[in-house]
């Protein structure tokens, strides 16, 4: 009887660390991220004109509907 216990309960104690290894992984990583630096290069410079072009694509896909 206390074999069929240790067979069934072994796997589930397996996935169960398994589960929660790669949950603290997650969040040891999660934690490990830079911080995002706006404008930090040089290709990253504001451009006016974008807004204005999105708000043109997005005024046509309304139209056309």
């Given at each position: 009887m206390d074999a069929i216990y240790l067979l069934l309960i072994t796997p589930l104690a397996l996935g169960v660390s398994f589960i929660t290894w790669?949950?603290?992984q997650y969040k040891r990583d999660l934690n490990r991220l830079p911080e995002a630096k706006p404008?930090?290069?040089?290709?990253?410079?504001?451009?006016p004109e974008f807004n204005?072009?999105?708000?043109?694509?997005?005024?046509?896909?309304?139209n056309k509907n």
């Open positions: 790669k949950f603290k404008y930090e290069f040089e290709r990253d410079q504001f451009i204005d072009y999105t708000q043109m694509l997005i005024q046509r896909r309304i």
